[in-house]
């Protein structure tokens, strides 16, 4: 089914932004892209934008390979009115990590369990490995071609959430790889894979190896520094490489917060629920069964007492006991 014969009439005669979720990843990055080109083709301009920052690693190494102009909500604020359309794309409103801005968000694509039921006049939420995989299908479905830099980033995106279809993949994502594989670069896709990491990022890996903390099959660990959200989400996959852990917590304190990362491969443990729950009280979060992200905000940590990163130990594990896993 062409979804956009459904799409389209929202977003013309207005001026469209495409929203990620706040720090946005290569999926969210490749999904804005590819939605944005795709428009293009059908005469609608939209602009992309996000709240939060570009992280060093893969995100930054996309816009850079791509050319791909990506605003901060900071930059668009003064000029963005209520009339504007907003397409969320690898995000849902109220879902923790995103922030609501100006404008009437119309439409949501993304791939995430929905944890606040909104009404949108298009809803596209669908469980794949990867939200850049129902980008993919919008170009096949209305028979459109990607362009060589929408095809490898989109392609870029999916390896990276299914953590090259090792993780949460679907019959679609892989379908959707081979929809994309003949338009790709792959020395462009190769180039973006490689590299990933800065020497600096080393001092965390440290420290997260010295601080790990394990409960009978949960892994805890904590850097007491500002992590990047990419870096994080890479530290807990690592923790989960252990074989006596099957459930990585991770944490980064930083000056806005609590930065958390939750990696499953217990069955009976739902990362994003895990999230969701523990945080309801003092944060936000949420995921997939297999990862999750939360935050808790600088200004509730003192709700937290002198030992912030205890207490949060304490409400996953209390989640987790409820639920016979701990």
């Known amino acids: 089914m062409n979804r956009l014969n459904d799409l389209l009439p929202l977003c013309r005669g207005h001026r469209v932004y495409i929203q990620t979720h706040n ?3 290569p999926d969210a990055i490749a999904s804005a892209f590819g939605l944005q080109k795709l428009l293009a083709v059908y005469g609608v301009e939209a602009t992309l934008c996000y709240d939060g920052k570009i992280d060093r690693l893969g995100a930054s190494k996309m816009l850079d390979t ?3 102009q990506m605003f901060p909500y900071a930059d668009l604020a003064a000029d963005m009115r209520e009339t504007d359309r907003i397409i969320c794309v690898d995000t849902q409103k109220n879902a923790g990590n995103v922030t609501d801005l100006t404008g009437d968000e119309v439409a949501c694509i993304d791939h ?3 944890f606040v039921p909104v009404e949108y006049r298009y809803r596209d939420i669908r469980r794949t490995g990867a939200c850049a ?3 993919a299908e919008y170009y096949a479905a209305s028979g459109n071609i990607p362009d060589s830099d929408a095809a490898t980033a989109l392609l870029y995106g999916i390896k990276m959430d299914t953590l090259n279809l090792t ?3 679907t019959a679609l994502d892989i379908e959707m790889l081979g929809f994309l594989f003949p338009y790709s670069d792959p020395d462009t896709e190769a180039g973006l894979e490689r590299n990933n990491m800065e020497f600096a ?3 965390a890996y440290g420290t997260a190896i010295q601080n790990i903390e394990l409960y009978d099959k949960t892994g805890f660990s904590r850097v007491p520094f500002p992590c990047p959200d ?3 989400a890479i530290l807990s996959d690592f923790i989960l490489t252990l074989i006596e852990v099957e459930v990585a917590v991770v944490a980064s304190f930083r000056e806005d917060g609590v930065k958390l990362s939750v990696r499953s491969e217990d069955p009976n443990v739902h990362a994003g629920d895990l999230l969701h729950e523990a945080l309801r009280d003092i944060g936000s979060g949420g995921g997939h069964a297999f990862m999750g992200g939360g935050f808790i905000g600088a200004e509730r940590l003192p709700e937290l007492g002198n030992y912030p990163w205890a207490r949060i130990r304490e409400l996953f594990l209390a989640v987790l006991a409820k639920h016979g896993r701990a």
Do not use: E, V
């Open 167 to 169: 993780r949460g993949a």
């Open 66 to 68: 791509f050319h791909i």
């Open 23 to 25: 720090f946005p990843d």
């Open 201 to 203: 990022d080393l001092k």
């Open 230 to 232: 990419a870096l994080i």
């Open 112 to 114: 995430h369990p929905t």
């Open 133 to 135: 995989t129902l980008i």
